[in-house]
């Protein structure tokens, strides 16, 4: 009975039998699970959406607040005020495009009343068909992401898709925080930058990333990642390949606005840079705790060069040769350990970090549970009911950071690990020793890549045979 019901509930398939169909693909079952979270993180927003202008709605206790509406209501874009800014830039480039692009079809197309002067339901009505065309969009890049990684997983070598994309499709994060801003938009540029380098396309992937890190600060961090691995494993030129065109794209970009208003364009990245301290972070419960600190922005940066600068000087000391997904996962759980402020839509980003670099089961269940377990406190503490002027328990806010920021220490030293002692890395295999690195495979001599560790975690989704733990 094991036996026949272990393996998908249908028992050991046939020698002779072929995988096909479609109950044998998984980018379907990928799609229409994605398209289900979504639609469930739709609807649960749907209260949250203020619909009359002297009816406010209480989003923190709902938990389900979104800056989509809440910025077109602040930021004057009911009054025809540009995404780009007039006085000060206030989303990178392409974010602000892509909002922009969504007040021009909801003013043409669907006819919102968007001008100086307008009334303020006028405004309401059409932040409601905004907030449509956002979460429109959003979806869709969603599903660009998912196509994606779908591509990008263990079997990525093969040309056809997991299913261990499935872990990120039917995730409790994307539930959770899909929708309270943008970052989707980023993170599916991000995606298909990476598919581009997994598929050997160097330029491209550097374009495409480029692009990215113009919607996105994250991606900043991941175009430095993958141009250190780029040096570390195959020489600085395929690193040159990769960086030139990404920093070229990044400042075609911005060159309008550097040319239209230099100041605001600086005021921007040196803002996102010297941040004060805010919710989420380490920083922010030391702050709690008594210890608070200046210039928090400043101070990690810093250490955070100079970690990076560290790390990357022991690699190229050492001759190690780190896996893409795991030099990415170092450096953007680094940067959330150390960032000034934790906002819970962050989680997206470490949820692909880590499917890129551990996607074992204990792994994505503790990091999943923890992210959400965040999001849950972070609404009734901004609403006061957690704070201590209230009845409320505030140290569960508190546990909710420890719990957090520890199971993303424990992330990020076992990444490190993996780099220091690629035996123990279960996604190296002789069959693919980088299963994202593209041109990077080249040459790698697999030899050097002992069997996995018997005391390794399985992958939650195994589908290359030797992958198998004795």
Same mark, same amino acid.
């Given at each position: 009975?094991?036996?026949?019901?272990?393996?998908?509930?249908?028992?050991?398939?046939?020698?002779?039998?072929?995988?096909?169909?479609?109950?044998?693909?998984?980018?379907?079952?990928?799609?229409?699970?994605?398209?289900?979270?979504?639609?469930?993180?739709?609807?649960?927003?749907? %209260?949250?959406?203020?619909?009359?202008? =002297?009816?406010?709605?209480?989003?923190?206790?709902?938990?389900?607040?979104?800056? $989509?509406?809440?910025?077109?209501?602040?930021?004057?874009?009911?009054?025809?005020?540009?995404?780009?800014?007039?006085? @000060?830039?206030?989303? %990178?480039?392409?974010?602000?495009?892509?909002?922009?692009?969504?007040?021009?079809?909801? @003013?043409?197309?669907?006819?919102?009343?968007?001008?100086?002067?307008?009334?303020?339901?006028?405004?309401?009505?059409?932040?409601?068909?905004?907030?449509?065309?956002?979460?429109?969009?959003?979806?869709?890049?969603?599903?660009?992401?998912?196509?994606?990684?779908?591509?990008?997983?263990?079997?990525?070598?093969?040309?056809?898709?997991?299913?261990?994309?499935?872990?990120?499709?039917?995730?409790?994060?994307?539930?959770?925080?899909?929708?309270?801003?943008?970052?989707?938009?980023? $993170?599916?540029?991000?995606?298909?930058?990476?598919?581009?380098?997994?598929?050997?396309?160097?330029?491209?992937?550097? $374009?495409?990333?480029?692009?990215?890190?113009?919607?996105?600060?994250?991606?900043?961090?991941?175009?430095?990642?993958?141009?250190?691995?780029?040096?570390?494993?195959?020489?600085?030129?395929?690193?040159?390949?990769?960086?030139?065109?990404?920093?070229?794209?990044?400042?075609?970009?911005?060159?309008?606005?550097?040319?239209? =208003?230099?100041?605001?364009?600086?005021?921007?990245?040196?803002? /996102?840079?010297?941040?004060?301290?805010?919710?989420?972070?380490?920083?922010?419960?030391?702050?709690?705790?008594?210890?608070?600190?200046?210039?928090?922005?400043?101070?990690?940066?810093?250490?955070?060069?100079?970690?990076?600068?560290?790390?990357?000087?022991?690699?190229?000391?050492?001759?190690?040769?780190?896996?893409?997904? !795991?030099?990415?996962?170092?450096?953007?759980?680094?940067?959330?350990?150390?960032?000034?402020?934790?906002?819970?839509?962050?989680?997206?980003?470490?949820?692909?970090?880590?499917?890129?670099?551990?996607?074992?089961?204990?792994?994505?269940?503790?990091?999943?549970?923890?992210?959400?377990?965040?999001?849950?406190?972070?609404?009734?503490?901004?609403?006061?009911?957690?704070?201590?002027?209230?009845?409320?328990?505030?140290?569960?806010?508190?546990?909710?950071?420890?719990?957090?920021?520890?199971? /993303?220490?424990?992330?990020?030293?076992?990444?490190?690990?993996?780099?220091?002692?690629?035996?123990?890395?279960?996604?190296?295999?002789?069959?693919?020793?980088?299963?994202?690195?593209?041109?990077?495979?080249?040459? /790698?001599?697999?030899?050097?890549?002992?069997?996995?560790?018997?005391?390794?975690?399985?992958?939650?989704?195994?589908?290359?045979?030797?992958? !198998?733990?004795?």
């Amino acid at each position: 009975m094991t036996n026949a019901m272990w393996p998908r509930l249908g028992g050991p398939m046939g020698s002779h039998a072929a995988p096909r169909g479609l109950w044998f693909n998984p980018l379907p079952w990928i799609l229409l699970a994605g398209t289900a979270v979504f639609l469930v993180l739709f609807l649960r927003h749907t %209260p949250c959406v203020q619909v009359a202008a =002297d009816n406010a709605v209480n989003v923190y206790i709902r938990v389900c607040y979104s800056d $989509i509406q809440a910025t077109f209501l602040s930021q004057g874009f009911g009054q025809g005020v540009s995404a780009f800014g007039t006085d @000060a830039m206030t989303f %990178p480039p392409l974010t602000a495009a892509f909002i922009y692009t969504t007040q021009l079809i909801g @003013a043409w197309v669907f006819g919102s009343s968007v001008y100086p002067g307008v009334a303020l339901q006028e405004q309401v009505d059409a932040s409601v068909v905004f907030f449509g065309l956002t979460a429109v969009g959003l979806f869709v890049c969603l599903l660009v992401t998912l196509l994606c990684l779908a591509r990008l997983s263990l079997d990525s070598d093969a040309r056809r898709p997991s299913w261990d994309a499935m872990m990120v499709a039917a995730s409790p994060v994307v539930l959770a925080v899909g929708l309270i801003n943008w970052d989707l938009f980023g $993170i599916a540029l991000t995606c298909l930058g990476m598919f581009l380098f997994a598929r050997r396309a160097v330029v491209e992937s550097g $374009i495409v990333l480029g692009l990215a890190a113009c919607a996105a600060t994250m991606p900043i961090a991941i175009v430095l990642a993958v141009t250190v691995a780029c040096g570390l494993r195959g020489g600085w030129k395929v690193a040159l390949r990769f960086a030139v065109p990404a920093v070229a794209a990044f400042f075609l970009v911005h060159l309008p606005l550097l040319i239209q =208003d230099f100041d605001s364009v600086y005021a921007f990245y040196h803002g /996102e840079i010297n941040k004060d301290t805010g919710y989420g972070s380490l920083w922010y419960l030391a702050s709690l705790m008594g210890a608070s600190t200046r210039s928090t922005g400043s101070l990690a940066f810093v250490l955070l060069m100079l970690g990076f600068g560290i790390l990357i000087a022991w690699l190229y000391v050492t001759h190690r040769t780190p896996r893409v997904g !795991s030099l990415v996962a170092v450096m953007l759980l680094a940067t959330c350990l150390l960032g000034p402020a934790y906002p819970p839509q962050t989680a997206l980003w470490l949820l692909v970090a880590v499917y890129w670099a551990r996607p074992y089961r204990w792994e994505m269940a503790a990091f999943t549970i923890t992210q959400v377990a965040y999001y849950l406190a972070i609404w009734p503490w901004l609403n006061g009911s957690l704070t201590s002027a209230q009845s409320g328990p505030y140290a569960v806010y508190w546990l909710a950071i420890l719990a957090r920021a520890g199971v /993303e220490a424990w992330l990020l030293v076992s990444c490190l690990r993996d780099i220091a002692t690629p035996r123990r890395d279960l996604l190296r295999t002789p069959s693919s020793p980088d299963p994202i690195g593209g041109v990077l495979n080249d040459g /790698e001599t697999l030899t050097r890549v002992a069997p996995p560790l018997p005391a390794d975690p399985p992958p939650l989704y195994r589908s290359d045979a030797c992958l !198998s733990v004795p």
